[in-house]
């Protein structure tokens, strides 16, 4: 079977992002990677990560002024106000300025140092580098970490965030990073960011072991760091706050991540991006709510054990390291005890291994109570409509998911074609439940304008009782001849409609679409795929009467 490996879409960055860089640095030495290992992939997966790390809940842009009383008495009223309340302004500034108020008089002198801080080290940088991490060793980043083991240590009281971003720590530094993490979990650090700099990671350095005794964390993003093994931890080493845990390209075993589900009582948010080994993930937590993969290298995702499980994705990704010559291997996806799934995607038919309870879902599958997940209301497939193995095994995938509302379809533009599988096919495959008695919105991304991908709209229109909404989007510089796709959705709009009526929306789009670590894992929004928000129709490919013209197109 003809197998084409994902594309990735590269995240842009403004220089105001999260994952601003120094613009000075030549793009091959961002991230502080050597150019002689840096190739588009690795630096797309490390602008993914960086553009999702957590934000300062501190900024160093706002400015800070004092009105002068309108009396000009010359009272400070400010260091009048009750102690509390005064560490609740200290708490609110940068380290660097807290640090500062403890010149203003010895009452702010014992204020800063009992009160909680956050730390971040961009903060810390010259002003000459406005914030942008630097993109090399040197004095800049050696000052950096200086000055981070100069706050911790002076410091007396807690740290609630802090994110360290720009060091380059070898091996020969380990006993720094060893040590800030002791004063950090000493300190109560609630949020904790911990990226380190230098590139390949064979070369990194290893977390040290009280990293995972660190028991005040409650949402930890670690990246660029080798796992200790964790069958040397000592007992006891547990996260039993911790909530959410994200891993950038960080070097781990499947015994590794093993252990930090059962180390995380009550972690609900699992991402790992950027994983370089060839990861088998078995999801086994009473806790967890969203898992995340992207852009890793994975053999198989399994539920075994996940009774609060809400959100599962999975994110271009590849058996074993994508771009490789072995990159089209198949993953193997099983889903064993998940009650509360909701969200799922990108499953790719053909591609994927889908596995329900005991049963590998074929082609021929029958439907049973066995092989079906009825909890999943959101479903994101990803295929290529021009290869057979992959449209034949779309009816087996959907008929798994018997209670979808809302269907997401990606078409992948297809290289090696093997064969078209027209509407007779799909009128032939029989009754899919999800689209005759659930489906309400389908999005289909990517329209290229071939005749499987029209024949599959059509059998959606035809046979969709309840549908209330076809989005169909078109990809600028990547759909057939204008006159073609007119005379398509012509055909499609004057369809026999099995919910009454033209449903059909045209939507059209420059950008390829992109996934969102941040909205995938946020529980108050409901649409992580991007379906149910307003797409503005493109208005200019119906003329006065609504129906359908080329002229849009152009």
């Given amino acids: ?138 004095a800049v980043s050696r000052a950096v970490t200086g000055a981070v083991s100069a706050a911790l240590e002076a410091h007396q009281g807690n740290f609630t965030f802090v994110s360290l971003t720009c060091s380059f720590l070898e091996r020969a530094d380990r006993g720094v990073l060893a040590r800030w993490v002791q004063l950090l979990a000493t300190k109560g650090v609630s949020e904790l960011v911990l990226v380190n700099r230098p590139w390949p990671l064979p070369r990194g350095v290893c977390l040290p072991v009280a990293l995972f005794s660190c028991a005040s964390l409650t949402r930890l993003y670690l990246g660029a760091w080798l796992f200790p093994d964790t069958a040397t931890l000592p007992r006891g080493a547990a996260f039993p706050n911790l909530r959410e845990l994200v891993l950038g390209c960080v070097m781990m075993t499947d015994k590794d991540l093993d252990f930090v589900l059962a180390a995380s009582p009550v972690l609900e948010i699992l991402a790992v991006v950027g994983s370089q080994t060839q990861l088998h993930a078995r999801l086994a937590s009473q806790s967890l709510r969203c898992a995340q993969f992207c852009l890793s290298t994975v053999e198989e995702v399994a539920v075994v054990d996940a009774p609060c499980l809400e959100r599962l994705f999975i994110w271009c990704c590849s058996s074993h390291g994508l771009g490789t010559a072995r990159s089209k291997t198949s993953i193997r996806v099983k889903i064993g005890r998940a009650p509360q799934l909701r969200l799922l995607g990108y499953l790719r038919p053909g591609w994927h291994v889908l596995e329900v309870g005991n049963t590998t879902i074929k082609a021929s599958t029958q439907v049973s109570p066995r092989t079906i997940v009825p909890s999943v209301q959101m479903l994101a497939l990803s295929l290529h409509f021009g290869i057979r193995n992959e449209v034949k095994m779309l009816p087996s995938f959907l008929r798994c998911f018997p209670n979808v509302e809302v269907l997401l379809i990606q078409s992948e533009e297809t290289h090696e074609p093997t064969g078209n599988l027209r509407l007779k096919f799909w009128q032939e495959n029989g009754m899919i439940e999800c689209v005759r008695s659930r489906l309400k919105r389908i999005v289909f991304r990517e329209y290229h304008g071939h005749e499987n991908e029209f024949a599959f709209l059509m059998f959606i229109a035809e046979n969709a009782e309840v549908l209330e909404r076809m989005v169909v989007e078109l990809k600028f510089g990547r759909y057939a001849a204008p006159e073609e796709i007119a005379i398509k959705m012509k055909a499609l709009q004057g369809a026999k409609w099995a919910s009454g009526g033209d449903k059909l929306q045209l939507t059209f789009s420059k950008f390829p679409s992109a996934w969102s670590l941040s909205k995938g894992s946020d529980f108050s929004f409901d649409d992580p795929f991007l379906c149910l928000c307003y797409m503005p129709t493109y208005f200019e490919m119906r003329d006065s009467s609504g129906q359908f013209k080329p002229l849009g197109y152009l």
């Fill in 1 to 138: 079977m003809a197998r084409q490996p994902p594309r990735f879409y590269p995240r842009l960055l403004r220089a105001d992002s999260p994952a601003a860089e120094d613009p000075g640095v030549p793009m091959d030495m961002r991230h502080g990677l050597d150019p002689d290992t840096l190739d588009p992939y690795k630096n797309m997966v490390l602008n993914f990560f960086y553009s999702y790390l957590l934000e300062s809940p501190v900024s160093t842009a706002a400015s800070l002024s004092c009105t002068t009383a309108e009396d000009g008495d010359g009272v400070d009223r400010v260091s009048l106000l009750p102690d509390d309340l005064l560490r609740r302004v200290v708490s609110r500034l940068p380290a660097k300025d807290g640090a500062r108020t403890a010149v203003l008089s010895s009452r702010w002198h014992h204020l800063w140092r009992s009160t909680p801080l956050v730390l971040v080290d961009t903060h810390l940088l010259p002003a000459a580098c406005a914030g942008a991490r630097p993109g090399r060793a040197g």
